[in-house]
Every structure is written in C-alpha cells, then in structure tokens.
C-alpha cells in the first residue's frame, strides 16, 4: 500500500550511480523523447534532432540522409516481426535490411500530426497514437480511427497501454480511456484522478494500476483509488513516466526529478542526486536490468540497477576517504580520514567532528561493543561513543602506539586493539592486562585486522604474516605457511570456519590442513585485497584496486587452469560501471548491516550495497561485427564481402552488447579452418594477417559478467580473392607464351635445370652427411653400446636416447625435404612456416610468439638458400628460447625497406645462461649459416633478454 503519511518533499541525501550520455558522447542531442530496447540488444534513442542506436560503446545517428521523414523522433516500437518502427512529426518510418528508412507502407503514407507512440498488440494489430487525431488501429491491411467522437477521452494522446484483459489504454490530454471492442470506458478528474493529463499507464503484476498525471500519481488497488503528490514525497506533482525495477519497486519520472517508491516510502533524486537533468521524459528498464531515462536537456541517463547508493561530501559528508563502517543507536556511522565521523540515519547525514568531542577527525576503525558502546579508533588514540555522545577521555589506560587500526571485542568482553607500530594491547575493564608484539612472538608490530575464530583463537592480519593467538601461545603464518605475501591487510573467518586473509599479492585461505592462494594467475582481478567479508547468500566479497570482487568458495577446481575458472565465474567484478563511487576501496572499510546489505568504503565516499538486488543476466550480451578494416580503410560490415590478395591484412571490431558491465565482456573468435581454437580476447578486435587467398567464415561470441555465453555466435563470410597471376585467363596466357618460347628457351631451361639439380643434389648429400649421417653415427655407436651393457637401467637410458635422436633425425629430414620443395618458395610460405614452427615450439614452454613484418612481398619467390638459412637459424634461435630463456614473450620481426634486410629475434628472458657461450655449436651453426647467405649475425644478451639480429641487402 501507498504510504500517504508524509507532510513534507523530501530529497534523499543520497546519489544515484548514474552514468550520463549526452553529445559529447555521440547523442544526436540531449533532449530524450523516446527510449526502446529491440530484440538485437541495441538500445534507440529519439531526440527532436535524430535517432540513435547505441551498442554500449558508441553511438550511431540516423536523420534524413538516412531517409527518415523527420529527424524530431517521438515514438520507437519492434514488431513482432523484426521491423523498427519511427515515429514522428512526419508519420512513421521503418529501417530496412540495408540500413537506411523507409516510409512504413501499412499507414498508407504520412499522417497529418505527430505520432505520439505505437503499440502491437497480441492480436497482432497495429495500434498508433497522434498529437491531434487521436488513434488509429491497422490490421490486413486495413485500418480505424478513433477519435473523441467515438468516446476517446481526448484527440491529443501520449501512450497506449495493452491491459491484462487485452483492453487498449490511452493516456489523453483529457484522461485515460479503455477501448474494449468498441466500448469506450472513461478515467478523469470527476472520476478521482489528480489531473486529467495523463502521460503514462501502468498494470502491475500485484494487480494494482498506476497512472501519471500532472497533477500527480493516481493508483488503484484492490479497489481503493490513491492519489499520491508532492506533499506525500513526489519529487513533482507532474509525472511523465513510470517503470517497474523488477523488485516491486516503481520509478516515477516528473518534471521536478525522479522517484521511488520501495514499497513503503519514495525516495526523490535530482542533480544533485546524479541525475542529468530534473525533468525526466521518459523511462526503460533494459534486459540486463539497467532502468534508463531520457531527460530534457540533460541527455540519457544510465541506472545499473538500484543495487549501489552513494554518499559523498555532495550529500553530507566532511570526507570522501572513507576508512570505516559501524551501527550504533539505529544509525550508521562512516569513518573518515580528516573528516571525522558521519552519522547516516534514515538517509539523513549529520557529520562529528572535532567541537562534538572527537579529538582526531582521522578515524581509522570503528567497532561496536556487546552493550551498544561505539569504539573509535583514531590516529591519536581511541574514543568512546555511548548513546551517540562521545565520552571525554580515553577509555583505556594507555596504548602501545596511539595509531589504533583495529579495534576487537572478544567472547568474555576483553578488548584487543591494534595499532600501526605498537603491535596489540588487551583490556579488559579499561586496563591492559598484556601486550602482543614481536618481542613475545608477533609477526610485525604493524597491525592491520582482528578477527576471533570459533575456537577462540585471535588472529592478528600484520605487515609481517599472521599470528595466531591461543590458550598455547603465538603460531604464524608466513609465506613459508602457503601465504600469498606477508604483508596482510584484512582477515576474517567465513561460516564455514575458513580463514580468509587478503594481502597486497592476492589472498590465502585457510580451510584446515589445506591452503588456498588466488591471485592474478589464478583469475582474481586485482592482487590488493583491502576487505573480505560474507554475504547471507555464502558468497565473499573482497575489496580490492580495481573494485568489489565477489567470490564463489565452492569453485574448487584447479586454480591453475585461470580460464576454466573464470567461464564457472569464481569471480565477478564491480566496478564503477557497476555503480560503485570509486573502484579504489580502503583497508578493512567494511561492514554486514543485520538486513544483509554491505557498507563500504572507497577514496570516493561510502556504497551502499544491496546483494538480494543484483540478479545474474542469464541472457549472454547480443554480439554484432560492427567494422571491417583493411590496410586502406574500413569496409562495410556484409556477408559475402570480397578483398583483393593485398588486402589480406584484415581487423574485425565487434560489440557484445552489456551495458551495466560493458568493460567487462569477453570475447572468443575464430577463421574456421584457420584457428586451431577459439581465440580469447577482452579488447573487441581481431587481427588477421598474410591471409592466403580462398573462402573464410569468421565466428565471434560473448560472454556476460555473469558467466553467459551469447546464444549465438556472430558470423560473416569473407572471400580473398587470388592475385590475376592466378586467374584462369592469365594462365592460359602464361601456358600459350610458354609454348611459343618452348623452342627457344628448351636447350637454355635444360642445361640451367641440369645445373641447378647437380648443386641442389651436393646440397643435399651434404645436409645428410653433417645431419642425419651424423646421428645416424651416434645412433650406431649407441646400439654397440647397448649391446655391452648389462645393468638394465643403463639399457633404457641408451634405448631412450636412441629415440630422442630417432625422432631428431625425422625433424631434420623433414625440415630438408621442405627446403627443397619448389612449392615452398615464396616469402609468404616461408613466414607461414616459421610462424607456424615457433608457436608449436613456444606455446608448450609458456613463451609468447609476437611476428611483426613490414616491406615484404608475400609473393614474391626466394632463393632456395636464403629461404633455407633463414628458416634454420630462427629455427635453432627458437628451440634455444625454449629451452634456456625462461622468457614470457619473444619478439620476431622481418623487415625490408631501406635497401636493407633484417631479421631480429628477441626474447624477454635472462640471456645467455651462464652455461652457454657465444662461441658455442649451436651459435656457430646460426652464424655459419648468415655467411652463407651473404649476411651478417649479431647478438645482444643482456638479463633483460637475448636478441639475435640478421642483416642483409633487401631481398630483391
């Protein structure tokens, strides 16, 4: 039921998360006049000055070059059938397969006024308000009007509205009025509504209806009518739209702001509050959630949800670093660093500072004792509050250090505190009975967090590990324990008695005899951990660098394997987008309010978070390929596109559409048949280079915050078409001009033939003598080995390495029988080949292959020799870097311009281990191998990595 008993507006001193869009961000302009999700995940805006489609990331204007009737939009509807319908002041247009508008044929051309909206019925008619000639029905191909003739309230109506018993509401300038077969039920002032200019209808699913008007909110329920105004916490009497926020809730746009109604009380919001602009036009609530709304002048305004509030010193506080939460007297008190403390009561801010009695605004922790006392902790000592008047002096007697960070009440009421260089002191009636540092077995004098376990134990978070305190003394826990790090912030133990500790290298759990690390290999988004706490769902919440991190303990899967753990969405992010003040949290600012929502605190002011309200999108985000680029420019984006073999440089931009998290999505893509497997990437592009000629389908997917897979992949087929050397008609050529200088070119061809088989043959038996004559050697002497032996480990140690040199030989022949093959003799097959040959090598030692080329002609042949010695020396250069290197990465670029060649490979790891000498065989063999195609080889080692360069004239 409506809550009447309110005798004053009232706008809440708390902030919306609100996001805006206006024109410098793409907006055609920021008047808002309608707002609509279609089935692709796209969201449309109309302004008076064009329609936009928004993915998430960028906005695209439609106007009358785009072939719209007008560019000053007013309505916005999907059919059923996939048409987008625009209405405006010049009738209603839809959008074609090829982009562009056309004049929606079923209206049988432009109506005389504005097209205020559209509605599609379940029946399937076509239902279309205007600004003068009140509505009209089209169904096979015909059409009614209807007008106040007939018993619409008034010609001039702005919104239709499908009832529950299939009734066709219209909100009039002179009330609302049902259509029902032709029967015509009337709602105005004589029949209790505030105003008989209604702007918005609504039927909820409790069964209740609400219509806006401009003389206020008019609800009827269970057969009681309601009028809700200004004087009952409307933020303004004339209400423009409504929507639902999926929780019972209803948000209430008005000329003077918005509100919400939360079932019991509205809540008023303004500028002030977040919001662009106080008259607010019109209203959505996306698939994600996400309620938008369209202002005038103030552009569109984003909600994520109503999951965060904020309060910031805009609202009340004296501070925005926020260092600490706690209840006292019904209220909530935030601690602040230089700002004292802030009482928030019934969204009501009053700050305490130093004239209240507190001696040092720095507050770093707060704690409520078991009789309702409020402990402050501060950097000059700790305070007492008591009935929400701080007590003069200190309640203790004296302190290891007057820095206090944490403050502890034990089971039989003894009190711990923490301090920043004095280590621990307890109290117990005021007096320190012992102190806990590291003359006595604690880890740092530099405490962080306390927390008691539910054996009793007081567990310590320091800047040197973790001290256990029990009946039998002190126990730590350090990194040679299994923690992360030793610098520890937070620690707290979970209903489950797990021991969370969060550190500035990621977390360790303790669950037993068993510990637990997650940090960034393991998927955690940011290694700071500030706060760790639990929700009444089981879930832990960490606050970290980068924003509030939920996490699922029961994911228990190997944490080695980071990408299984983040599709079972161990972890799931909020960060600003989500709608939190500020993705940086403070330490241990964190606090459990008994209705289950969390309090935090960040370097921006304090969130309030409501975890029952944040639901898992289950949907996966709509995934469109917005933009094809190639090497001179973008292409459109079409099935069926063709490129011409230099255009074989190819990027695909792609938008999986989230709006809440948008920076947040991940993306797989694939070429089929050209990817081995789904490639993984969060920026929304893919590069594709020296593609070869032939017919390709390029794939991408997304997936969601919440762990959801788009339900369909993206596709677009793509044609690289051959160089003319290759088409059929140049062949023909060619074969005819062969043919004709067959004759004089035979005795020339022969001989050159015959000399380029005899020195290909000498090559060839000299690669077999110095390779595979020389292992085959070893192979031999092995087995005479083998044949002396009589201890059977020695045995298979030598059948073993008579395999490794089996299997080094097939390589070897393999890698000549390449060399040799005329087929292979291109620029483009040698870079395929050593592409090809270092991720195979790399990917297995962990090593990351990067190819930069530039000023090569992927067609163009190369010698024999040059080709065979370059692939062998990257060859060799690549199996020393898995071997040796302990490199992430490796860099290998071929470049040729500036009457130059050259060929530089790079590696991040520690050089030339100690082991290796420059002059050894395998560096030789690289060096050997460059003389003999006229170049020079180089080598710079140094612990930041190893570079092998090669240099030549240009390959010609």
């Not at 029946?123 to 600004?131: F, H, Y």
Request: aromatic fraction near 10%; glycine fraction near 10%.
């Amino acid at each position: 039921m409506v809550l009447l008993g309110l005798t004053a507006v009232r706008v809440d001193a708390q902030r919306l998360p609100i996001r805006d869009y206006s024109i410098q961000d793409g907006l055609s302009q920021s008047v808002v006049t309608a707002i609509f999700q279609t089935a692709d995940g796209y969201l449309w805006v109309g302004t008076e000055v064009g329609l936009n489609s928004f993915n998430g990331k960028e906005f695209r204007v439609y106007t009358r070059n785009e072939g719209l009737g007008s560019a000053d939009i007013s309505a916005l509807l999907q059919l059923a059938d996939g048409t987008l319908l625009v209405g405006s002041n010049a009738g209603i247009d839809q959008l074609n397969r090829q982009g562009r508008f056309e004049v929606h044929r079923p209206t049988f051309g432009r109506f005389k006024s504005r097209v205020t909206d559209l509605l599609e019925t379940s029946d399937g008619a076509l239902w279309v308000a205007t600004e003068f000639e009140g509505v009209f029905r089209f169904h096979n191909d015909s059409f009614i009007q209807y007008t106040s003739r007939d018993g619409l309230a008034h010609n001039t109506v702005h919104q239709l509205v499908e009832a529950p018993d299939g009734a066709v509401w219209a909100a009039t300038e002179g009330g609302a009025t049902a259509m029902r077969g032709g029967r015509f039920d009337g709602l105005t002032t004589a029949d209790g509504l505030p105003h008989d200019r209604v702007r918005d209808i609504r039927f909820r699913q409790d069964g209740s209806q609400w219509f806006a008007t401009y003389g206020g909110l008019f609800i009827r329920e269970e057969g009681v009518d309601r009028v809700v105004r200004m004087a009952d916490g409307l933020a303004a009497d004339r209400t423009t739209a409504l929507v639902e926020d999926g929780f019972g809730g209803m948000w209430v746009a008005t000329e003077g702001g918005l509100s919400y109604y939360d079932g019991t009380h509205f809540h008023s919001y303004t500028e002030d509050q977040g919001l662009g602009n106080r008259m607010v036009t019109t209203a959505l609530r996306d698939t994600e959630g996400n309620l938008w709304f369209g202002t005038y002048g103030g552009g569109l305004n984003l909600l994520p949800g109503y999951t965060f509030i904020h309060y910031t010193v805009e609202e009340g506080l004296r501070s925005n670093m926020i260092t600490s939460v706690a209840r006292h007297d019904e209220s909530i008190w935030v601690g602040t660093y230089g700002g004292g403390l802030t009482r928030i009561r019934d969204h009501d801010i009053e700050a305490v500072g130093v004239p209240q009695g507190l001696k040092d605004p720095r507050v770093y922790t707060l704690m409520t004792d078991r009789n309702g006392r409020l402990w402050i902790g501060t950097r000059s000592g700790v305070h007492l509050m008591v009935d929400s008047r701080i007590q003069p002096g200190s309640p203790v007697d004296r302190l290891p250090d007057p820095v206090v960070r944490t403050i502890l009440e034990d089971r039989i009421g003894d009190i711990w505190i923490g301090t920043y260089g004095g280590g621990i002191g307890r109290y117990r009636n005021g007096r320190l009975v012992q102190v806990y540092d590291t003359t006595n077995g604690l880890t740092n004098n530099t405490v962080m967090r306390l927390t008691q376990s539910e054996d009793g134990s007081i567990w310590a978070a320091t800047y040197g590990g973790v001290s256990r305190i029990g009946p039998s003394g002190i126990e730590t826990y350090t990194m040679d324990q299994g923690l992360v790090q030793n610098s520890a912030i937070t620690i707290f133990e979970d209903s489950r008695g797990w021991i969370w500790i969060g550190t500035f290298a990621g977390i360790t759990v303790i669950r037993g005899e068993e510990v637990v690390t997650m940090d960034a290999e393991s998927g955690f988004p940011n290694p700071v951990c500030y706060f760790l706490t639990e929700d009444q769902y089981g879930y832990v919440w960490a606050g970290t660098n980068r924003g509030l991190v939920r996490i699922d303990p029961y994911i228990t899967e190997d944490l080695r394997d980071p990408r299984r753990i983040k599709d079972q969405l161990r972890f799931k992010l909020y960060t600003t987008e989500s709608g939190l003040p500020a993705d940086e949290m403070n330490a241990n600012a964190v606090f459990r309010a008994p209705d289950g929502s969390l309090w935090m605190g960040t370097v921006a002011g304090v969130a309030h978070f409501r975890p029952w309200l944040d639901q898992a999108v289950e949907r996966g985000p709509p995934i469109h390929i917005e933009h094809i680029y190639v090497f001179d420019g973008e292409r459109p984006v079409r099935s069926g596109i063709s490129f011409s073999h230099d255009q074989n440089f190819i990027a695909f931009r792609f938008t999986g559409i989230q709006f809440g998290h948008s920076s947040q999505v991940e993306y797989e893509y694939r070429i089929r048949d050209v990817d081995q497997a789904w490639q993984r990437t969060r920026t929304g592009e893919a590069r594709y280079t020296t593609l070869p000629d032939g017919d390709y389908v390029f794939e991408v997917r997304a997936r969601n915050n919440d762990g959801f897979w788009s339900q369909r992949a993206a596709t677009l087929r793509f044609t690289i078409r051959p160089p003319f050397w290759k088409a059929w008609w140049f062949l023909l050529l060619a074969t005819g001009a062969l043919f004709a200088m067959g004759a004089f070119a035979y005795n020339y061809w022969t001989i050159r033939k015959q000399v380029d088989l005899e020195r290909i043959r000498i090559k060839i038996a000299s690669d077999l003598h110095d390779d595979v004559g020389a292992s085959l050697t070893e192979i031999a002497l092995r087995a005479d080995f083998v044949t002396a032996l009589k201890e059977p480990d020695q045995v298979r140690d030598s059948v073993r390495q008579i395999g490794q040199m089996s299997r080094q030989i097939v390589t070897t022949m393999d890698d000549i029988v390449w060399s040799i093959d005329a087929r292979n003799d291109t620029m483009g097959d040698l870079l395929d080949r050593m592409q090809d040959y270092a991720a195979n090598v790399l990917g297995h030692q962990g090593i990351e292959p990067h190819f930069h080329f530039e000023g090569l002609d992927t067609a163009r042949s190369l010698p024999l020799e040059t080709r065979q010695n370059l692939y062998l020396i990257l060859k060799e250069a690549v199996n020393n870097a898995a071997k040796h290197s302990r490199a992430r990465n490796m860099h290998i670029s071929l470049v040729n311009k500036d009457r130059r060649f050259t060929m530089s490979i790079r590696d991040d790891g520690r050089g030339f281990p100690e082991s290796t000498r420059a002059g050894s065989h395998g560096l030789r063999n690289m060096r050997m191998r460059a003389e003999r195609i006229g170049a020079t080889l180089t080598f710079e080692s140094s612990d930041q990595g190893l570079a092998i360069i090669v240099t030549s004239p240009a390959l010609t």
